[in-house]
């Protein structure tokens, strides 16, 4: 169990794993997470499920590298057996038919995001799609999003796919040229999910925002993942993932996110350092 | 062949009680907070021997009434004074399963050791240092004696969460033959032995070695599984085919004070502090990939073992001032003596008669400091101890780069919330029967801290006992067809 099947690259530095999980894949519900750990001396951290397959008996991960357990991850061959991996953790979506939805996805957001397209579009409602990226390559799984959707717009800060600037500039003209949709549905970076809150907030459309704090165990019982959501401190790993998105305090949630930010840069390094002499001490070999 | 002891004569009763309490031999304090190793080091044989030597061999038996599980307490003494070690230990384990654990966690000071006749006039007999030893013994001898495995009864028991009550019952089941399947949440079993107890008070080679030996008797250990999420009660009963099901899930849900500034960063509970340290092991970080930032002074909000825990945590990571913040005095402080007693000599700043009454922070969130008021002890509250009560204008600031909060643990709504039909009480654990441990719905039944609260690991280990007779019981009816398993409604996806 746990082994990676298949590996691929789908963008720079952007990994799809499939990994053999069969009851999580059984269970699994657009919206859900699980706890992944590589080893004994490893860190537990939550990815969101990009799909699942209960007859393979599969569930699908989407990785970008940013720190050093997600880098280690980008590293390991197909065939490895990762120590664990916890789940499906997490309130799922509430699917149901409400009319349109847009489904706003920036970077490693558009993952979590394509089994909710998926499922919102099986349960009637029209959804259409902005997904961004700072430059083409970073916008990832094109395919797999325009076939869950009816529509999808695409941004880029660089200009170099779809529209230049940010998905909130598209969603601004969607609102203005189409009127308002009935829920807007938005994962990506902390920051990109804050704008869009903030603009629906100003039209009053329903969102839901699908948190990425800091986790340890992913069950609710460390509350590291804690967030204020309205008056209440909620857990993310057990009310959430996803909250009433007007309702998150994103300030608050930005800046714990950035409790370990010396911690992380300085295990990214470390690593970088192993893998370099690494590299140095296989070329050695070969001479 | 393990080496053998001779053993020492059986003393007048007068000339027994003119020997001192033999003291456990330790690190010294200041060379154990620079370490995460074991702070007590263990009796030798000869120190054992003449510690069993002070045993009254009363005929009351107040000691045994005194332990939660009842182990022949003056018979496993007898045999240590008589240099049989290996029968000592097989006495213990009559009663209970995991003595290497009890022997260094139980709180003998208020069960066996707090009725011990000698202890009316002298020092009590080290029951709980005599017990670790034998099991320490039998560890390091390489002969463990494996309990007999009755034959396979046809029948499959889940046992959920592998706390110490979790593998109690499974060790007992599985003695009467039935498959046990354990499963736990987290990556690694043992519950809160691996992840809340520290290091230094229970090295984790001995939870490991336990686990080792309840998977030699065939018990299999599911990790990473959690129940309600991967696989709900009913699944387990209807799609798993287990017969019965014993919930042993513990009390992990960390409760918060609910004061002003507790979202700042550098406020965490215990679980998180504790989970970092001791499961993810952040006292090896950069090594070991998940870190835990403290910075120069740290407040531990609590005095119970959780906090003391914490408290010996942090100063062995290398904070300059610890301090203990708790609202009454050391005579209430829930806390072990013994482990009060160390925490002092440790050199932690203990202020008794304290509330946190709020948390500051700086602009980018982190904890700056805490406000503190002072409190006297006024009339007994319904626990009979005497409640604090806020001196006016007392309160002062101190600054803090870390709080931790270790003021409880309620049960883990996971398994109750997707279990339908589950009676709970108003704190949200599970109700059961007294004698048989069964819960609302037959054929589950439940114990430890899911059940009575944040208790000890002993108490646990008797609920896992006294179900697992039940469980055995249940599975005969179920056999002659006297009852079936439970059909629950809609089984939630949580
Ligand atoms: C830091 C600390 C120090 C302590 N010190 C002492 C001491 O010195 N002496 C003493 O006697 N007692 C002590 N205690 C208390 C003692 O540890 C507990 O009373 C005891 O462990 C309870 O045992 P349990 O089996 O009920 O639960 P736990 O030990 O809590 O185990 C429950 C297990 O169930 C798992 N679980 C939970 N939900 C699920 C699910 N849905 N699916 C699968 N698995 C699940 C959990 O991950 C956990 O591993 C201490 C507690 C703490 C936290
Ligand atoms: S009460 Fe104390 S002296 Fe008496 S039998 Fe028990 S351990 Fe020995
Ligand atoms: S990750 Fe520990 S409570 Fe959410």
Redesign the interface.
């Known amino acids: 169990m746990f082994t990676i099947l298949k590996k691929e690259e789908i963008g720079p530095k952007f990994w799809r794993f499939l990994i053999a999980a069969p009851e999580i894949a059984r269970k699994h519900r657009p919206g859900q997470f699980v706890m992944v750990l590589i080893d004994e001396n490893g860190e537990r951290i939550p990815l969101t499920l990009a799909d699942s397959d209960a007859e393979a008996g599969t569930i699908t991960l989407v990785v970008q590298e940013v720190g050093k357990t997600t880098m280690q991850m980008g590293a390991l061959p197909e065939g490895f057996r990762l120590m664990s991996v916890v789940g499906p953790l997490g309130a799922p979506t509430h699917i149901e038919k409400v009319g349109t939805v847009v489904c706003v996805g920036g970077g490693a957001g558009i993952a979590p995001l394509l089994p909710i397209a998926r499922g919102m579009k099986a349960a009637g409602n029209q959804v259409i799609s902005i997904l961004g990226g700072r430059t083409r390559d970073l916008v990832i799984l094109r395919a797999e999003m325009e076939a869950a959707s009816h529509e999808v717009i695409y941004t880029t800060d660089d200009g170099s796919f779809g529209r230049k600037g940010l998905v909130t500039h598209a969603l601004t003209d969607l609102i203005a040229e189409r009127g308002k949709p009935d829920l807007v549905v938005a994962i990506g970076p902390a920051i990109m999910m804050k704008v869009v809150s903030d603009l629906t907030r100003q039209h009053g459309i329903k969102t839901l925002v699908s948190l990425n704090t800091i986790m340890i165990d992913g069950t609710g019982m460390c509350g590291g993942c804690r967030v204020t959501v309205g008056d209440e401190a909620k857990f993310v790993c057990v009310d959430g993932p996803e909250f009433d998105g007007h309702a998150v305090d994103f300030d608050l949630m930005m800046k714990r996110l950035r409790t370990y930010l010396p911690e992380e840069q300085l295990a990214r390094e470390r690593y970088l350092r192993a893998e370099h002499t690494c590299q140095a001490l296989k070329g050695v070999d070969h001479a | 062949m393990p080496e053998t002891f001779a053993g020492l004569p059986e003393l007048p009763k007068k000339d027994r009680l003119k020997i001192p309490r033999h003291p456990m031999p330790e690190q010294a304090p200041a060379e154990r907070v620079r370490n995460f190793s074991e702070v007590a080091l263990g009796y030798t044989p000869e120190t054992a021997i003449e510690e069993a030597q002070r045993c009254l061999q009363c005929k009351e038996q107040p000691c045994v009434a005194g332990c939660p599980v009842g182990i022949d307490i003056p018979a496993f003494i007898d045999l240590i004074r008589r240099g049989d070690f290996a029968g000592a230990q097989a006495k213990i384990k009559e009663t209970n399963t995991l003595p290497a654990i009890c022997g260094r966690v139980c709180p003998q000071e208020d069960q066996c050791e707090q009725v011990c006749v000698t202890g009316k006039k002298f020092k009590p007999v080290a029951i709980g240092r005599l017990e670790r030893f034998v099991a320490d013994w039998e560890m390091a001898s390489g002969e463990v004696a494996m309990p007999e495995c009755a034959p396979f009864s046809g029948h499959k028991v889940a046992i959920v969460g592998s706390g110490p009550a979790g593998l109690t019952c499974a060790a007992e089941l599985a003695r009467m033959g039935h498959k046990v399947t354990i499963f736990e949440?987290?990556?690694k079993a043992g519950g809160v032995l691996v992840y809340g107890i520290p290091e230094f008070r229970l090295p984790k080679a001995i939870v490991d070695y336990e686990i080792a030996n309840l998977e030699r008797m065939g018990v299999e250990i599911r990790?990473?599984?959690?129940v309600g999420?991967?696989?709900t009660v009913h699944e387990l009963f209807h799609e798993m085919g287990y017969d019965a099901i014993f919930l042993g899930t513990g009390a992990?849900?960390?409760y918060?004070l609910g004061i002003p500034g507790?979202?700042y960063?550098?406020v965490?509970?215990a679980?998180?502090f504790l989970?970092?340290v001791n499961l993810?092991?952040a006292y090896?970080?950069?090594?070991?990939?998940?870190?835990v930032?403290l910075g120069r002074r740290v407040a531990v909000i609590g005095s119970g073992n959780v906090a003391m825990d914490c408290l010996r945590c942090a100063k062995r990571l290398g904070a300059e001032e610890v301090i203990c913040v708790y609202r009454r005095t050391r005579a209430e402080s829930p806390a072990r003596a013994e482990e009060l007693e160390r925490a002092e000599e440790e050199g932690i700043d203990f202020r008794w008669l304290s509330a946190p009454l709020e948390i500051f922070g700086n602009e980018?969130?982190f904890v700056t400091g805490m406000r503190i008021q002072r409190m006297e002890l006024g009339e007994p509250d319904s626990s009979g101890r005497r409640r604090p009560v806020p001196i006016a204008g007392s309160e002062y600031e101190i600054p803090i780069d870390t709080v931790i909060v270790a003021v409880g643990q309620g049960p883990?709504?996971?398994v109750t919330r997707t279990t339908p039909g589950l009676e709970l009480n108003r704190h949200g654990c599970i109700v059961v029967d007294k004698e048989t441990q069964m819960s609302s719905i037959p054929g589950v039944f439940a114990g430890g801290d899911i059940v009575t609260g944040a208790a000890t690991v002993i108490l646990a280990m008797g609920a896992g006992k006294q179900a697992a007779a039940a469980i055995h019981q249940w599975l005969g009816k179920l056999e002659r067809g006297e009852v079936s398993k439970p059909w629950l409604a809609s089984p939630a996806?949580?």
């Open positions: 949440a987290l990556h990790t990473s599984f959690v999420k991967t696989a992990g849900l960390p918060f507790e979202n960063i550098g965490l509970s679980n998180e989970t970092r993810m092991k090896k970080f950069p090594a070991a990939d998940t870190p930032r980018e969130g883990n709504p996971l996806v949580a």
